[in-house]
């Protein structure tokens, strides 16, 4: 092309001295705005596009592919992506191992934190078990009504066969409610001792501090 003849002609008229260096390949391409673009040396430009070299009298040597193929591109993106959200995590972790040492900078307090997150399941679930005995002693009240009717149940009264069911389906839901009161305990028991388990880790190295202080205050 004319870009091309007007390059080589330049060169030509180098002196011997300074001409040396035409020998070199000639690169160029067509970048992504559409310039058509030459140089000695790959173009970074074109980095992700086919290059043509040219041999000094202008023909064709060869033609490079793009530096990184979609797949390798698109492979290395995954990569750097991957390192971002790994850098974000353990930064998010560490942000959490600070706020986890503010708030329980030393076992007592973990400790205490704990007890007052179990005292308050314990009075709620207390709370259930006592309305259970009282619905207990509603079902044997209500049984001892239906003794009457023990040939045939069916004569009793209706509001007395609403009461059984009544009391047996609250009786029902507060073994129920009591079971997630339990599974809550659980859950938070396993909470503060996966909490303790990492705070351990994190006050270990403050550990030795007091005790070198107290050395040295002796």
Request: hydrophobic letters at 35%.
């Amino acid at each position: 092309g004319f870009a091309q003849s007007v390059l080589l002609a330049g060169l030509s008229g180098l002196p011997a001295a300074q001409a040396q260096p035409a020998s070199t390949d000639i690169y160029t391409c067509v970048d992504a705005r559409g310039r058509t673009l030459t140089s000695d040396r790959p173009i970074a430009e074109c980095n992700d596009r086919e290059q043509t070299v040219l041999n000094p009298s202008g023909t064709v040597r060869t033609r490079i592919g793009p530096t990184l193929t979609a797949r390798e591109r698109s492979q290395q993106e995954a990569k750097a992506k991957a390192a971002r959200e790994e850098q974000a995590r353990i930064g998010e972790e560490k942000r959490r191992e600070r706020a986890l040492l503010l708030r329980y900078p030393n076992r007592a307090i973990h400790d205490k934190e704990r007890a007052e997150a179990l005292g308050q399941i314990a009075v709620v679930r207390q709370a259930a078990v006592n309305r259970v005995e009282e619905l207990q002693r509603q079902r044997t009240a209500v049984m001892e009504e239906m003794e009457f009717y023990q040939k045939d149940p069916r004569k009793a009264p209706p509001s007395l066969r609403r009461q059984v069911e009544e009391v047996a389906h609250s009786l029902a839901v507060q073994a129920r409610f009591i079971a997630d009161q339990d599974d809550e305990l659980k859950r938070v028991n396993k909470r503060f001792d996966d909490q303790l388990a990492r705070l351990k880790q994190l006050w270990a190295p403050q550990s030795p501090a007091p005790a070198n202080a107290a050395t040295k205050a002796r």
